[in-house]
């Protein structure tokens, strides 16, 4: 027996049932998205200071432009598949997948730089300071508990401050000696910047971490259709061309989430 509607359109929508599902399915995201950036926007208008250049604009503005261009490679490889070019589709496809991971690979070594990141008040003398900068060595989610294991005790950190920053990386107009030593027991808080440091990077984190989840899903969908699942191209064309184009509207999504996120995040 044939499920009806997998590539005629249904009378009723005018749409195939693939089509259908993925509609509804980006109604139900739109209400995830539409309920975080809401929460972001009550969380930001009730807070009295909201930190400035935390991100990396530049990173954030290529990590754009691979999105953008992805969406484009996703449509040429649809569009192949109507023109019944199968290699072209292939060529497309691939080098959605190919974005789809320079993406994530970016967005990680955004992750990494933040949980290497730290911000330090420690005592010098009768007075206490704060800076912000990475340790050497570059450790991840460094703590007072760590430095201060029994098995492994640290005497001293070498820090690498950030030029011209103060509080939570602030700038402040005052630069910093190019490394500071600072002894373990004069240190009175070390603390990455991950999300337990701000409410505006538990923001950051939250978004995303979604988003680039989204991207890992999608990219595994497309890689599949890309791969083994091609071979339904020679069983049924028509249908699976509906499938790369259902795939490709989830694309546009995420894309269009992330067009959102960028300016939000980075830019305002």
């Given amino acids: 027996m044939e499920i009806p509607y997998t590539v005629e359109p249904r009378p009723d929508t005018g749409l195939f049932n693939a089509k259908v599902g993925i509609w509804l399915f ?60 199968f290699g072209k589709f292939k ?56 430095l201060n294991n029994p098995t492994r005790p640290i005497s001293e950190i070498r820090i690498h401050p950030d030029v011209a920053s103060g509080e939570h990386g602030h700038d402040s107009g005052a630069a910093h000696p190019e490394v500071i030593t600072v002894p373990t027991k004069q240190i009175k808080k070390l603390e990455s910047f991950g999300p337990w440091h701000l409410t505006y990077l538990a923001i950051y984190f939250t978004l995303t971490g979604l988003h680039a989840l989204h991207v890992i899903g999608g990219a595994l969908v497309i890689g599949y259709f890309w ?16 499938r790369v184009e259902v795939a490709g509207l989830f694309w546009h999504f995420v894309d269009l989430v992330w067009i959102f996120l960028f300016p939000v995040l980075y830019l305002l």
Avoid at 117 to 123: A, G, I, K, P
């Fill in 26 to 85: 980006l109604a139900s995201e739109v209400m995830l998205f539409g309920a975080l950036f809401s929460s972001y926007i009550m969380l930001r208008v009730g807070s009295d200071v909201w930190p400035h250049g935390m991100l990396n604009v530049p990173i954030g503005t290529l990590n754009t432009i691979v999105l953008i261009t992805s969406s484009i490679t996703v449509v040429m490889a649809w569009a192949s598949l109507k023109l019944k070019a």
């Fill in 227 to 242: 791969g083994p699942g091609s071979r339904m191209w020679y069983s049924d064309p028509e249908r699976f061309t509906n």
């Fill in 91 to 146: 060529l497309y496809q691939g080098c959605t997948v190919l974005l789809a991971m320079t993406f994530v690979i970016i967005k990680s070594y955004e992750y990494h730089d933040k949980f290497t990141h730290y911000f330090v008040r420690y005592s010098a003398g009768s007075e206490v300071k704060e800076l912000t900068g990475h340790i050497e060595g570059s450790p991840m989610n460094w703590t007072l508990a760590t």
